[in-house]
Nanobody, 122 residues
């Protein structure tokens, strides 16, 4: 059984930075892991993901500001968030998919964490 635990969320002012972490247990190393953002009344938006090969995919809306990385030894996925804006506010969910290539489509991911809240104020 896969367990995903996120941490690192919080409240920051616009222009600030945060680093999110997601530690997976029960997940085969190298499987696709990703970050999604959920806000009330909206579908989960794909933010960034990283697969077995180390190839990353990042949403256009955060490209140049957010960086995804992974420690395969500890099966931990990170999201470095910089130059935050109020539009980045939401519950950031960590997700684990399969051994294939990563896509930022929530239905590709079978396992989900509870999320960590990020709130950006002006």
């Amino acid at each position: 059984q896969v367990s995903l635990v996120e941490s690192g969320g919080g409240s920051v002012q616009a222009g600030g930075s945060l680093r999110l972490s997601c530690t997976a247990s029960g997940l085969a190393r190298g499987y696709c892991m990703g970050w999604f953002r959920q806000t009330p009344g909206h579908e989960r938006d794909g933010i960034a993901a990283m697969g077995r090969s180390g190839k990353t995919i990042v949403a256009d809306s955060v490209k140049g500001r957010f960086t995804v990385s992974r420690d395969n030894n500890s099966n931990t996925l990170y999201l470095e968030m910089a130059a935050l804006t109020p539009d980045d506010t939401g519950n950031y969910l960590c997700a684990a998919g399969g051994p294939g290539s990563c896509r930022l489509l929530w239905w590709d991911f079978a396992d989900w964490g509870q999320g960590t809240q990020v709130t950006v104020s002006t």
